[in-house]
């Protein structure tokens, strides 16, 4: 089974500070796919990324930036120069690769940052 | 732009009613997931469909839930009867799935309905 885990419940950062999110995933699956979604107090969940397990670059866009590293199992999130408008929950995500389509997603609990004006 | 579409957005209910979710996919996209969030935690996986076919639906209380995608474009979800440990967000979300080439799993989400059993 999978799992991921983001182990920081809430973060709390004052505007124009830099803020990275954790992300640690859990598979015995070599090929996967890895996600980052935003929700805001709306409750739409907002596609941010999504990442392969054979691609390990790191990816840049505009503020936001994402670092994958398999060794540690780890795709974490760093927003720069945090706007009152990123406020929100942010979730990581994995996905099985099935050959005719694409599985479900599973989860971490999300991590609420609140960025303080 | 394309958006899941989802009704009602929010529903209460009593216990022991039955109740049901409605979702639109975005057009064209094969794949449709119901996903149940509990207050404070992530999204977790009810049921997928391919076309009008189940593709998972492990996670499925299937005593007291069902959903169907009879034609393979809209879908609903029931509950009957409701229970307490129900309210939750329920979300709907699609993808293009097989057709979709390397964009194919890219998941796309309703705003959601949030249920409340009273």
């Known amino acids: 089974a999978q799992k991921v885990t983001q182990a920081q419940t809430e973060i709390s950062v004052v505007e124009k500070e830099d803020v990275t999110l954790d992300c640690v995933y859990e598979t015995r699956d070599t090929t996967y796919y890895l996600f980052w979604y935003k929700q805001p107090p709306s409750g739409e969940l907002v596609f941010l990324i999504r990442r392969n397990s054979f691609d390990e670059q790191n990816e840049i866009s505009g503020r936001y930036s994402w670092n994958f590293q398999k060794s540690t199992s780890s795709f974490n999130f760093t927003i720069t120069a945090s706007q009152v408008v990123d406020s929100a929950v942010y979730f990581c995500?994995?996905?099985?690769?099935?050959?005719?389509?694409?599985?479900?997603?599973?989860f971490g609990k999300g991590t609420h940052l609140i960025i303080q004006p | 732009e394309a958006e899941v579409a989802q009704s009602p957005r929010y529903k209460i209910t009593e216990k022991s009613q039955a109740v049901a979710f409605w979702c639109d996919p975005i057009?064209?996209?094969?794949?449709l997931y119901w996903y149940r969030q509990i207050l404070g935690q992530g999204p977790e996986l009810l049921v997928q469909?391919?076309?009008?076919?189940?593709?998972?639906d492990s996670q499925l209380p299937k005593d007291r839930f069902s959903a169907e995608r009879l034609k393979g474009v809209d879908s609903t979800l029931k509950i009957q009867p409701a229970e307490l440990g129900d309210s939750a967000m329920y979300l709907c979300a699609s993808s293009l799935g097989h057709q979709g080439g390397g964009a194919k799993n890219i998941q796309y989400f309703g705003a959601g309905t949030r249920l409340s059993v009273l």
């Open positions: 469909f391919q076309d009008e076919s189940v593709v998972d």
């Open positions: 057009s064209g996209h094969a794949t």
């Open positions: 995500a994995l996905a099985l690769y099935s050959g005719g389509g694409a599985d479900g997603l599973t």
